[in-house]
Structure formats: structure tokens, C-alpha cells
């Protein structure tokens, strides 16, 4: 099986512009997890989607969003990019929400740069 | 909240040796899942091992085990035997069961192998 996919792998931005990162999962897996990871900050959860919906959402502020789509396909949406969004974003995809599936596999990542 | 702590920012070894890294959690639940994952310098995050927490058993891929103390919230991974290939970033995560069931990570480990 292809792994987890992440589009683009490498995105500059400057400050106020917008950015879409999208993330493509495991085939079959439902759930997709979204993740920041920065040297002063570490990794920290943005949010997760299984079935089209959010279930969980991380402390970022609002100009942080996502949606997920029928085929499971993710997307992650930063308006206004100011400097502290530099970071690299993972996502990580699991077969299910609950259960004994909740081992969540990641992708590469997309490295964003906002100057 | 659940919080994750590795308190070895920067662990080395020598090839064919063996290293242990730390790892303590805080959390109020009696029942979740634990991880390790790996980061080498390509930045994809691989999965090493996980543990369920109502398994007393350890577990074990490979050249990779873990011990798991869950009184004293511990996690501890040994890399036996090991190689070139394993010098990397390394995170132990933690994932509830019920609730937010995103993974809450510790702020890594930098492996390095000496040849």
C-alpha cells in the first residue's frame, strides 16, 4: 500500500498571504490527523477529522482550518500567515477513530516558510 | 492534560551497543496507548513500537523493546545492537483512549551512532 502522501513538500509564503496544504492517507484508513512541529514549540496536534467531520481541534487560533472529503483526502488552511507559522506541518492518517486501529502513520511533510 | 517528558535532549551510542531512552508520561486515565516514533534527518516520522497500556508484557520489534513500568508512568525504549541507521530524532508519544484521542509527544531525543 502507498503510504501517507502530503502535497506540496516545500511552500514560501510571505506574511498575510494564505497556504492549503493537502494530505492523501493510507487507502482505507477514515482518520487524518494534523500536526505542527516547530524547534521552539515541538510537535503539537492541530486537528483531526474522521468521516468528513472534525472531531478534535487543537489550541491554535482560528485562521487555522481543515476539512476532510468523502475519500478521506484532508486539507489544512492557514489564513493571514504571520512568521511564527514557519514549521514543518505533518499529517498522519489511522484506519479508525476508536478501537484497536489507532496506530497513526505519517507523511513526509510540508516545510513552510513564511517570510 | 496529559504530558509527555524525555529528559535526554541528546543521547550517543556506539555502533553494535546498546542505548536506552527515557521517557515519563503524567496522566489520569488507566487505560491508553504509548508510542515511539523515529525522525531521521528526511524528517518523515516512522513508527518503532507501541504499547497498549493494559498489556503487562513489553513490547518488542526487533532490536527494538520497551519497558513499561505503568506505576511509575515510565517508557523506556532499548535499541540493542545498534547501527548507522538508527541515528535519528526520537519521540515517545502518548494516546488516550477516551476523549482527544490525539497524540500528545515529548520533545525527542537526538540519537546519535558512533562508528
Known amino acids: 500500500k502507498a503510504g501517507v502522501t502530503q502535497t506540496p513538500r516545500y511552500l514560501i509564503k510571505t506574511r498575510g498571504q494564505q497556504v492549503t496544504l493537502s494530505c492523501s492517507p493510507i487507502?482505507?484508513?477514515?482518520?487524518v490527523s494534523w500536526y505542527q512541529q516547530t524547534p521552539g514549540q515541538g510537535l503539537q496536534f492541530l486537528f483531526e477529522y474522521f468521516s468528513e467531520t472534525q472531531r478534535n481541534k487543537g489550541n491554535f487560533p482560528g485562521r487555522f482550518s481543515g476539512r476532510q472529503f468523502s475519500n478521506s483526502r484532508s486539507e489544512m488552511n492557514v489564513s493571514t500567515l504571520e512568521l511564527g507559522d514557519s514549521a514543518l506541518y505533518l499529517c498522519a492518517s489511522s484506519l479508525d477513530f476508536t478501537g484497536t486501529q489507532e496506530t497513526q502513520y505519517f507523511g513526509p511533510g510540508t516545510r513552510l516558510l513564511v517570510l | 492534560a496529559q504530558t509527555v517528558t524525555q529528559s535526554q535532549p541528546e543521547m550517543s551510542v556506539q555502533e553494535a551497543e546498546t542505548v536506552t531512552l527515557s521517557c515519563t508520561y503524567d496522566t489520569s486515565e488507566s487505560d491508553y496507548y504509548l508510542f515511539w516514533y523515529k525522525q531521521p534527518p528526511s524528517r518523515q516520522m516512522i513508527l518503532v513500537i507501541r504499547?497498549?497500556?493494559?498489556?503487562?508484557q513489553n513490547a518488542t520489534e526487533n532490536r527494538f523493546s520497551v519497558n513499561f513500568q505503568k506505576a511509575a508512568k515510565s517508557f523506556s525504549l532499548k535499541i540493542s545492537d545498534s547501527q548507522l541507521g538508527d541515528a535519528a530524532m526520537y519521540f515517545c508519544?502518548?494516546?488516550?483512549?477516551?476523549?482527544?484521542?490525539?497524540?500528545?509527544f515529548g520533545q525527542g531525543t537526538r540519537l546519535t551512532i558512533n562508528p
Open positions: 487507502s482505507g484508513h477514515r482518520s
Open positions: 504499547q497498549e497500556a493494559y498489556k503487562q
Open positions: 508519544a502518548y494516546r488516550a483512549i477516551q476523549g482527544a484521542q490525539k497524540l500528545v
